[in-house]
């Protein structure tokens, strides 16, 4: 069964203008077929458009994990889990 995580990034007061959300997603190693990102700046602009892209992906497990942006410019996971479907 494919999985797919969306990555819903709390917090913007600390976001640089070369902030690379893409790398920093890439260093929380998430273990998915597929990662989305959901932010006010990069990424999606919802959960909903992250997931609706995830399941035309073929992705039939799907989990929204929140990060925060750190103080050292890069995102940590809050340990907050939804599972979106299975």
Known sequence: MKTGVIVYVVGKENIEKDFDMTEAVKNLKIK????????????????????????????????????????????RLTGREIQLCE
């Open 32 to 75: 998915a077929d597929k990662v989305e990102i959901v932010s006010s700046r990069f990424g999606h602009f919802d959960v909903m458009d992250a997931w609706w892209l995830l399941t035309t992906k073929g992705m039939k497990r799907i989990v929204c994990l929140i990060a925060e942006i750190g103080n050292n410019s890069g995102l």
